[in-house]
Every structure is written in structure tokens, then in C-alpha cells.
């Protein structure tokens, strides 16, 4: 176990938010307390003190890093795929994936309860993965305003999101990855035909097209 | 404060179930413990096990009578619309509402660890309010088979249902009703546009349709 001292403040950091995923990844949020997680890396409380403000601000560069990794696996997934509509589907798998694998730190990028200020730095990491959703987008609808597309990209990760959360509580009759997964498609590719087909300007009969 | 004895075992039963429906809608799920409840109906904690197996037990439900009460306000929203593609879009909207007015007792039902065998008697109040999903869907794309509506209306209810669960912890940049509401609809009109589009036979392009 590391000593006291034995670290220069930058490297105490990066010790003690490495610690906190790996706690929080076996255990769930419950398990990470500044006692804890002290004990883990063999420094005293007090010494956390000094690289985080509060244990909210540990959470939340904990759910940047776990942000970060997303991102990188997203990154990955995107750039195999030219395709946009592949590109959107594969995210989504990915997306899927993600959750299953790092199923209580996902959570706690969701549920922890935010400042009401965050600092800039943590908005981005969620605008970096959008963006890669947003690109696709445009690419396969290049007609719509930028506006649409990011709502558009909000509305459909919110859905793909929905179809985790309810994997993960077990609400479904199949929650089998395979399973999920076809959910996940089935949800992405409805909306995209809908999303291509209205941009195009396709025709729905009358009757439908006034509840827009 | 009632009295013990005063009621017969099912008043007390439903005694508590309202009593504990009030202390979950108020303060959360942690609020609500055994003691608790007991002191609220003025009986003691040994009573509650008389019509409760557990917690669990009254939590499921609970949970029962919230979805009894979603599909109140949800048969009442599709009774007023004839147009199945309306009435999907008001069933979003009231799915959307319900969460957001009975935020604690709506998260208790999809959060909460179920028993590995449920009773009968709670799959089917979540069958009935899918009935209604299903029954549209049905209507605006009658050539799909019944295990593609039942595979569509989850997927798509999924959907919406993450749009509540990222709206509840204020992860949208606008959590306001008409905001997250409009997100909702983003969704299922898409989606909708999609499914009905793909049942028609309406050609992708091949690139595209493959991916399918």
C-alpha cells in the first residue's frame, strides 16, 4: 500500500479517481465513501481534501472519466463505419454494450444529482459524444438546421438511454444483450426511416401530417 | 388516529397501501419503512404483516396501483382520439405527465428489484397499458405481425421512457414540461413516420436498406 507523501498532488489525483471507479464498478455508488476510498489508496482523508473539493466534486470528474471512456469507444465504433445510418446504429449497439459492461458507473453518470453550476469542462464531454451522433445525422438528413439535428440526436439517445435503463431493472421479458440490442436497433432504425422521410419532405396523408 | 381493531383486514390492507402511496409521493422510497407506515395508520408493525408478506410484497403493490392509476389517465387520453397516430402522440404526452407529477411513486415502479417470480396479477397491469400502445400501432400499420407491434410498442415506450428518466435528472439543457414534452413527440413522431413508412414497403435506398 502507497505511503503518505509518496506522491506528488497531481499523481494523489489520479490515484485516488482510479480507485473511485474501480470501487464504484465492483460496488455501486454506495460503496464510495471518503473513508473508503482513503483507506484503498493508503492515504488519509484528509489528504483527498486536498485534490477534491467534496465528494461531489470526486463524482463528477469520476463521471467525466466515465464519459471519457465512452467516448473513446464510441470514437472507435464511428470511425469504422462510413456509413452514417451503420455509423448511427453501431453507436447505439455500442451505447448498449456500455451500459452492460460498466453498468453502476454509467449509472452514476446519470443519477448523481448535479451542481446547479457545472463547470464548463463537463458539458463538453457529453457535446464530444453528441457530436459524433450529430455528424451522422447531417450527414444523413443535410437538409435540417443544426437546431433540429441536436434535437433530434437528444431525442433519439434519450430513447436508446430508455431502452438501457429498463434492460438494466430488468423490465423487459428478454434482457439477453442480443435481446437488448434488437431493441435498441428496432427504436434507431423507425426513427431514422421517419427522420430521412420527413426531411425529404415525403408526403404522409393529410390527417397525419397536421399532429406535427 | 384509528385505532387497533377497528378495521377489517382488507380496510387495513387498503389502509396502508393509500398510507404508504402517500409517504413514497411525498418523500421517496427511503421514507417508507415498516415503522413508519404504522405509525401513519396508527396500527403496530406487527398488523402490517397480517396483509403484507413484506415490504416487497407492499411495494409490488404499490407499484401495482400506480400503474392502475397510469392506466386510468391513459385509457381516458386514447378514448378521446380516434386518429391512432393522435392518440399515440397523447399517450406519450400523458406518460410524460404522470412521471413528471408522481415523480417518486412512477420511479418506484421501474426502480425497484422484483421478485424473480411475479404474481399473475402484476404483469398484466403493465399488459393493459401496453395494450393501448399496441392497439394503435396495430391501427396505423395493420399489415405488421402481432409480435412486431408488441416488439415496436416496447421499444418505442422505452423511448419515451427515457426521455422521462433523463428529464426527472435534469440532464436536458430545458427540463420544462412543454420542453421535455416536445422531445417526447420529436420521438414518437419520427419513429412512427418510420414504422409506418418500413410497413408500407416504402424503399430506402440500398445502402441503406440492408442494414436492416
Request: glycine share 6%.
Amino acid at each position: 500500500m502507497a505511503r503518505r507523501s509518496e506522491h506528488t498532488r497531481e499523481q494523489l489525483h489520479d490515484l485516488a479517481l482510479k480507485a473511485a471507479g474501480r470501487i464504484v464498478a465492483r460496488e455501486g455508488i454506495s460503496a464510495l465513501t471518503a473513508r473508503r476510498l482513503a483507506a484503498a489508496i493508503g492515504y488519509t482523508v484528509g489528504s483527498l481534501y486536498l485534490v477534491f473539493r467534496n465528494l461531489d466534486d470526486l463524482i463528477l470528474q469520476l463521471n467525466a472519466q466515465t464519459l471519457d471512456e465512452l467516448h473513446g469507444q464510441a470514437r472507435e465504433v464511428a470511425e469504422k463505419q462510413p456509413d452514417p445510418r451503420k455509423r448511427l446504429l453501431a453507436l447505439a449497439g455500442a451505447y448498449v454494450r456500455f451500459a452492460g459492461e460498466h453498468r453502476h458507473l454509467w449509472r452514476l453518470v446519470y443519477e448523481h444529482r448535479q451542481p446547479a453550476r457545472l463547470p464548463a469542462w463537463y458539458p463538453e464531454r457529453v457535446a464530444r459524444i453528441f457530436a459524433l451522433i450529430e455528424g451522422a445525422l447531417t450527414e444523413l438528413a443535410p437538409a435540417r438546421r443544426p437546431a433540429e439535428i441536436r434535437q433530434a440526436a437528444r431525442a433519439l439517445w434519450s430513447g436508446v438511454h430508455g431502452v438501457c435503463v429498463l434492460a438494466m431493472t430488468g423490465r423487459f421479458d428478454d434482457s439477453s444483450e442480443t435481446a437488448v440490442q434488437a431493441m435498441a436497433s428496432l427504436l434507431v432504425s423507425n426513427f431514422l426511416d421517419g427522420f430521412v422521410a420527413t426531411a425529404r419532405g415525403a408526403r404522409r396523408p393529410a390527417a397525419r401530417r397536421r399532429v406535427k
